[in-house]
């Protein structure tokens, strides 16, 4: 059977991870136990939980033209990533995220550099790339008129559409509608809900699903309803959303059911907390089956 296609379009970043054993209060100074650069970025970590599972993954996406941009599109390749369209801009410099990792838990400052050289404009030349995939993938560290239209481009084409809304903005109402699937955590789900009237909290409402961490998955979509969590030893958080996000649309496009992905997408995401940095610990197809088992 002919692979399904995967198209992420979204941040590819540098991560600058300091593990420390408390954050730092606003004035102080602590000292920082270890540090090290892994690659990142909320896109290109969905990318590569999708790929690492096995699926056919396409990267839109923008880079500098600077030695962090050159490693993070050389570790999307290792990762059988297609990146013909990563787009190397030269003059900007790549996104890099500021990560403080403490007791498992982490804080993060993104800086998106070439990121938001991922325009309205760039994506229009990608039309037939979106048009030709199974479903796209979406998040916010690229700019929202982007996420938008290429929402809207994927709508048009009957692409099936999972946005993560992180990190949260407020999102316009065409957005919203042209959006198939969407995946806050607990955090942005509330505020995604403040930013709606009543009328329109009820019917975007059906479209998400909920990550809550250690307590599983809300599926308010389809009225599924709540999957458990698995206890691990949280070792780091970062990516666990994405690994989320990139599990879930490898799993429907296998043709799983919307609880048989979701169940996937959440032992998926359990098992990449174990590793650190944010694509680490993603699992191969084999590793959450036997979690699952
Ligand atoms: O979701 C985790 C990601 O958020 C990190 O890899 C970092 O790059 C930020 O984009």
């Known amino acids: 059977m002919e692979k399904k296609k995967i198209t992420v379009i979204g941040s590819i970043n540098m991560d600058l991870v300091t593990k420390v054993s408390r954050v730092p209060l606003v004035g102080e ?4 136990e270890s540090f090290y650069t892994a690659p ?11 790929a690492r599972l096995g699926a056919q993954v396409s990267m839109i996406g923008c880079v500098g033209g600077d030695t962090f941009g050159r490693e993070l599109i050389s570790n999307l390749e290792s990762e059988l990533i297609d990146t013909s369209k990563v787009e190397v801009v030269s003059g900007s410099s790549t996104g890099i995220a500021s990560i403080t990792v403490s007791g498992g838990d982490n804080s993060i400052i993104v800086t998106p550099g070439a990121n938001n050289l991922v325009t309205p ?5 990608h039309e037939k790339a979106i048009s030709e995939s199974d479903i796209i993938i979406l998040q916010l560290e690229i700019p929202l008129e982007t996420v938008k239209l290429a929402a809207s481009i994927a709508k048009k084409h009957g692409v099936k559409v999972i946005l993560n ?3 949260f903005q407020v999102l316009p109402e065409q957005l919203l509608n042209d959006v198939d699937y969407l995946t806050p955590n607990e955090h942005e789900q509330k505020q995604l809900l403040l930013s709606l009237n009543s009328e329109q909290k009820e019917e975007i ?28 030893e949280a070792i780091d958080t970062t990516g666990a959303g994405d690994t989320f996000n990139g ?15 979701c169940q996937f997408a959440n032992a998926a995401a359990a098992l990449s907390v174990t590793k650190p940095g944010a694509q680490g ?6 590793e959450v089956k036997a979690l699952i088992k």
């Open 40 to 50: 990142g970025g909320k896109g290109a970590n969905q990318a590569v939980a999708a």
């Open 205 to 232: 409402l059906k479209k998400c699903i909920v990550t809550q961490g250690p307590k599983g998955v809300a599926i308010y979509k389809d009225g599924v309803g709540e999957i458990p969590g698995y206890r691990v």
């Open 247 to 261: 599990a879930l649309a490898f799993a429907l496009s296998e043709g799983m059911e919307l609880k048989e992905a």
């Open 121 to 125: 404009e760039f994506i229009l030349r």
């Open 281 to 286: 610990g993603m699992p191969t197809r084999d």
């Open 29 to 32: 100074t602590v000292i920082g």
């Open 165 to 167: 809304p992180a990190p």
